[in-house]
C-alpha cells in the first residue's frame, strides 16, 4: 500500500481529476477543500492578501496504481507549470514502523492467534424460535363463566354551601321632640248648688 498526497491549486482541480479518469486511477480518496500553507510558488491563504487557496487529495492505493497517479499529476504539471502542484508516496510498510514491529514479535503466539480470531468473520446466527405451548382441548361441557359483582356507586360528597346570617332588624328611634310645658295648676272645683239635700220628688229645699 502506497499513501498518495496531492496538494494543488483550487484552478486546476478539475484537470487533475480528468487526468485521474484517463488512467483509471484515484477512484476513491479523501479530499481536503480548503488548504492553506506557504509553498515554492508562493502563499495562499485566502485572505485579502493572499486570496488563492488549494485543496488536497489524500489516496491509499496499491504500488501499481500510484504510479498511474503520478502519470496523471506529472501531465497537468506539464500543462500549468505555474499553478503549484505537488505530488507525495508514503509506502505504508511496517517496516517504517520498527517500534510496531518490535512489540508485535514480544507478543506471545498466543496473542496473534487471539487476534486473527478476532478478525475473521463470525458464523451467521441462526434464529431460534420458541414453539409455544399447546392450547388445552376445549372440553365438552361449557363452562359457565363467573358472575360479575355488580358496580357500587357511590354519591360524591357535595360542597358545603355557605349560610348567610340573617339581616338584623332594623330598630327606629323616634326623635325627641320639644319640651312640654308644665300644666297649669287647676283651681279647686266648687260645690254645686243642692248636692247633699234630698229629693222626695217634688220639690227641693234649698
Known sequence: MVRVEIIANHSVEENILEAFSR???GKFYTKYPNVFGIGSSGPRMGDAVWPEENFALIIW???EEAKGIARAVAAVKKQFPDEGIRIFGIPAEGGRFPHVMAAEAARPP???EA???SQAPAAPVQAVYAVPPAVPAASA???APAPQAEPVYTVPPQPAVPVAPAPAAPVYTTPAG???PPASPVPP???AAGIGKEYDG???EN
Open 115 to 117: 487476534r486473527a480470531a
Open 178 to 180: 320639644p319640651p312640654v
Open 141 to 143: 361441557a361449557p363452562v
Open 202 to 204: 217634688q220639690n227641693m
Open 23 to 25: 488512467e483509471e486511477v
Open 189 to 191: 272645683a266648687l260645690p
Open 61 to 63: 492505493c496499491e504500488e
Open 110 to 112: 498466543a496473542y496473534a
